[in-house]
């Protein structure tokens, strides 16, 4: 076997590899081997790779090298990467701004949900690479504080989840902003229908790497689907709240979020809620919450829950079942990152037993079918479910809840009156 490339080999800028080494991370992904030298020639990519493949240093130090040595002029970026939410933009930006920093470059996120005035005064002191969202990047063209037309390296992440969540007219819209001859990195988990006229019209000859199956993971990942009473789920589902380890929860509608978050919080269980209608200074407390282990079982909708780019998410929950097979992969995908083991869990009712089976098999999966009920053996042993407390925990209140001075597109820390009951768990170095 060959060894392992290391980030030296494959190119990336001499300032950048000791950043990396004092950040833990030696040893490029495969999908990092497979696509800086190709980006590093200039190569417009293509590339499919599923969460935590480590595709956000396989671009970003691409891009990092790629702009060493070169300075912005005011208000004109020379990068852009640019993904579907605003918790993404931060992860992302969280990611790059060490290492950009490391070689004399700089980033910015520009996100909607925070102040315009901080963006807008580092945009005018020259910024290096750009981290946005669609909205608010246009936003800030339309109102004459930032000219595109400089950029000549653009990052599309997730572009999937961009054309479903309906951004792919005002994407179109940025790529012609940017230089026309310019290089274009575009990742997503599928390669099809919206993504792919988008790959047809501003790609030139991308060089492909497809190193993500189209189905889930039948290697990182258990999958599973519980039959359950309808009077049983709410307890059977508190029970696997109360276990040991990160569990994300999926749940259809925001009220919905609310009511099981609600409930379970009522039985002892720790837990963030996060949807749509939470302002964003709640999201970012919620997840950061969640990221650090203060609460480990978090509840979400399919669109909030997108943004979701946590290590050691354990378990992965569908309370009500997704709508789709390629929601389910989304959802699936927030566990097993990078080669973790993972267990995926569908909760149903046995009338839907034959819908679930069907979605799950149009996912290219083959889970386990068991019939469970509170307190059973096998609910414990696929799940590591337990009793509750049954004493209610309540959300403590937050100083960072209170308006401060803190910078904006940074996590907030929990105030110090969080209490934590579990480890945040160990620490991975990809991104």
């Known amino acids: 076997m060959s060894a392992v490339p ?12 000791p950043a990396l080494s004092r950040a833990g991370i030696h ?11 190709d980006a590093l020639a200039g190569r417009d990519i293509l590339g499919r790779g599923q969460t935590g ?4 240093l396989a671009f970003g130090l691409a891009l990092l090298t790629r702009l060493t040595g070169r300075r912005a002029q005011p208000k004109r970026p020379l990068g852009l990467v640019l993904v579907p939410t605003r918790e993404l933009a931060m992860q992302v930006s969280d990611t790059l701004s060490p ?40 936003d800030l063209v339309n109102r004459g504080d930032l000219d595109l037309s400089e950029v000549s390296i653009t990052v599309l992440d ?92 999926f749940v259809r509608t925001q009220a919905g979020v609310d009511r099981l978050a609600d409930h379970l919080a009522a039985q002892g269980v720790p837990v963030g809620a996060l949807h749509g209608g939470k302002s964003q200074a709640v999201r970012t407390r919620t997840l950061e919450a969640f990221r650090k282990g ?38 699936a995908g927030r566990t097993a990152r990078a080669g973790e083991s993972g267990t995926v869990v569908t909760l149903a009712s046995p009338k839907q037993q034959r819908m679930v089976s069907s979605l799950t098999k149009r996912a290219g999966v083959d889970p386990a079918v068991a019939r469970v009920r509170p307190g059973d053996q096998t609910l414990t042993d696929v799940t590591g479910a337990r009793l509750p407390s049954g004493v209610p925990w309540e959300a403590p209140i937050s100083k960072s809840s209170r308006p401060s001075n803190s910078r904006p597109g940074r996590s907030s820390r929990p105030a110090n009156n969080w209490k934590s009951r579990r480890s945040a768990g160990p620490r991975r170095s990809h991104a």
Do not use: C, W
């Open 99 to 138: 290492l950009a920093h490391s070689a004399s470059l700089s980033v910015r996120l520009i996100a909607g949900g925070m102040p315009y005035s901080k963006q807008i005064r580092s945009l005018e002191r020259g910024v290096t690479i750009v981290v946005a969202t669609p909205g608010r990047l246009v």
């Open 53 to 56: 493949s480590g595709k956000t």
């Open 294 to 331: 203060f609460t480990p079982a978090l509840v979400a909708t399919d669109v909030a829950a997108r943004g979701i780019h946590v290590d050691g998410i354990s378990l992965v929950v569908h309370v009500d079942s997704p709508a789709d097979a390629k929601d389910y992969l989304h959802r």
């Open 6 to 17: 290391s980030f030296a080999d494959l190119g990336v800028a001499p300032a950048l590899v």
């Open 27 to 37: 040893e490029p992904f495969p999908i990092q081997v497979a696509t800086i030298p």
């Open 158 to 249: 997730e572009a999937d989840q961009m054309a479903d969540m309906g951004f792919l007219p005002i994407v179109r819209e940025i790529l012609d902003m940017t230089r026309p001859k310019g290089q274009r990195l575009l990742f997503s988990a599928t390669l099809d229908g919206d993504v792919d006229t988008l790959v047809r019209k501003y790609l030139r000859n991308p060089a492909t790497h497809s190193l993500a199956p189209v189905q889930a993971s039948v290697t990182t990942m258990d999958h599973h689907v519980l039959l359950v009473h309808p009077a049983d789920k709410d307890q059977v589902t508190a029970q696997i709240a109360a276990r040991d380890g990160r569990t994300l929860f």
